[in-house]
């Protein structure tokens, strides 16, 4: 998935479609934006913008277009075919210095005006606007892909089960929800899927990370600001409780927020209403709020850093992400999905043995789906539509790997001092403990999978070779994702 970086300083840079034909006024704006980055593609009339906008491979993040030029059927027409892009472009309209007062500078088609000579100020702030435009595309067109890839949270475990169902009961109620995890659990994830399964999914889903953003920034990026609120606020600004407005602001790493940003947080929740930065003006807030945070914040409470009335404002609705050392039983189906993601977007794609998958179930994943991810990511470079063994691993999963082919993840001895190629071999409890329902399960899994290699993927010939009920196996098999893991990975 893109991960949308939230700064309010860095801008990103990209393509602008600029539609003016007085020569002396392009030149001005080619230096100014390529001063900071941005390409620009200037083009005389709509007609032959309409023609840019449709090449391949053209994906402006902002279409420019001179007032004066402005024809209003024409307009319509380049509306209708913006509507139809998948990441639609931010339109601005431009105001010459010796044009007359523009009247599309307040039409809302427009995302914003560019007044000439611009200021760098002025400039910045309305490509913020139009930066913020382009993520919320881009977070609404990912929740036009398919839905079981981008905003489902793949997992067979009872865990993820469970918490797939929390999210069912609570996406359509206004209940604000807590979520918690560690970092690359799936938080993102989470509260992604509770705002498309909820009655807000037409409107915009609007993240902010709350941690990445300093603190003396966090309150005109969240509330807005009025022109003139403070240096360097050199025009009005929407925050993003008022860009989500109708739909759900997601506020992460909610536990790195300051404490004076927490109780103005904490008044808009309890009052539902906010005012700008340098505004009287009070303004309804119509969001459903989501948080999350890896930082425990019980703990954070005692130590003062997080206010106990946030935290009982914010946890209405807590729901725990387990760690995926906690659930390996979802790794095989995490892979087939990371994998078909990585097919989907086109970036090639890669198979994983059924062994190779069992190593991965050994190891502690520290940072998680995020690194499992990874991992397939690399995988996928590594070895492009290649085949995956435990050998092709890097080094960190193959750790004790000859001994989890026999057995699992323990060294182990024998009671009889033969080599210990048998279950009844005893494993060692290593010095610093171990998950032991964790250990059972990817126990159970190599085992079944060995069973299932050896019948040559006959389950009623597995299950006798487990000694145990064919249903019972089929039951285990879908527990564990295996058989979607071998029909889909061809092994
Ligand atoms: N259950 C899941 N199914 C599919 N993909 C998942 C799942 N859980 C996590 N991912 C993927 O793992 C990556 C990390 O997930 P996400 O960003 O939601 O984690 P996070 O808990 O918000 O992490 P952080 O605390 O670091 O922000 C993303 O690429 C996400 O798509
Ligand atoms: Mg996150």
Wanted: glycine share 6%; with cysteine.
């Amino acid at each position: 998935m893109n991960r949308i970086v939230h700064g309010v300083s860095a801008l990103a840079s990209g393509r602008i479609l600029l539609v003016d034909s007085e020569q002396a006024r392009v030149d001005y704006l080619e230096n100014i934006f390529s001063f900071i980055d941005y390409k620009v593609k200037v083009v005389d009339d709509f007609a032959e913008l309409q023609t840019q906008i449709s090449s391949k491979g053209e994906d402006p993040c902002v279409i420019l277009v001179h007032g004066s030029d402005l024809d209003e059927s024409e307009l319509e027409k380049l509306i209708k075919k913006i509507e139809k892009m998948s990441v639609k472009p931010a339109l601005l309209v431009l105001q010459g210095e010796d044009d007359e007062s523009s009247n599309w500078k307040a039409d809302s088609r427009f995302i914003g005006c560019l007044i000439l000579p611009t200021r760098f100020d002025d400039l910045h702030d309305l490509l913020h606007k139009a930066q913020i435009y382009r993520e919320q595309q881009l977070s609404e067109n990912l929740s036009q892909r398919p839905l079981e890839l981008f905003r489902s949270l793949s997992g067979n475990s009872r865990a993820t089960r469970h918490i797939n169902k929390m999210i069912e009961q609570v996406a359509e109620t206004e209940a604000t929800v807590l979520i918690l995890g560690e970092s690359g659990t799936g938080k993102e994830v989470v509260a992604r899927k509770l705002h498309y399964k909820s009655t807000r999914r037409g409107m915009p889903f609007v993240p902010i990370n709350c941690g990445a953003i300093p603190a003396d920034l966090l309150e005109s990026e969240l509330f807005g600001h009025e022109k003139g609120a403070f240096t360097g606020a050199i025009s009005t600004r929407q925050g993003r409780f008022e860009l989500a407005s109708g739909g759900t602001l997601f506020l992460d790493e909610i536990g790195d927020m300051s404490m004076p940003m927490q109780v103005k947080l904490l008044r808009v929740l309890q009052e539902r209403t906010f005012e700008r930065v340098g505004s009287n003006k009070t303004i309804q807030c119509n969001v459903r709020i989501i948080a999350a945070t890896h930082r425990n914040l019980e703990e954070a409470i005692t130590k003062q850093k997080f206010r106990e009335d946030l935290f009982y404002r914010l946890n209405v609705f807590p729901i725990e992400m387990p760690p995926l050392r906690e659930r390996v039983e979802d790794i095989p189906v995490l892979v087939n999905d990371l994998i078909s993601r990585i097919e989907t977007e086109k970036r090639g794609s890669v198979r994983l043995t059924p062994a190779a998958v069992m190593a991965l179930a050994q190891y502690s994943w520290p940072g998680n789906v995020r690194e499992l991810a990874n991992l397939i990511e690399r995988m996928a470079i590594l070895f492009p539509y290649g085949v995956v063994d435990v050998k092709d691993l890097p080094e960190k999963f193959r750790t004790g790997i000859s001994v989890v082919e026999q057995t699992g993840a323990l060294p182990v001895v024998s009671i009889s001092g033969e080599e210990p190629d048998t279950v009844a071999a005893v494993p060692r409890l290593p010095n610093e403990g171990l998950d032991l329902k964790a250990h059972l399960s990817s126990l159970e899994m190599n085992l079944i999978q060995q069973a299932l290699d050896e019948s040559d993927g006959v389950v009623a010939h597995a299950a006798k070779r487990l000694n145990m009920r064919r249903t019972t196996l089929v039951e285990k098999l879908r527990k564990y994702g295996l058989q979607r893991s071998q029909e889909s990975t061809g092994f």
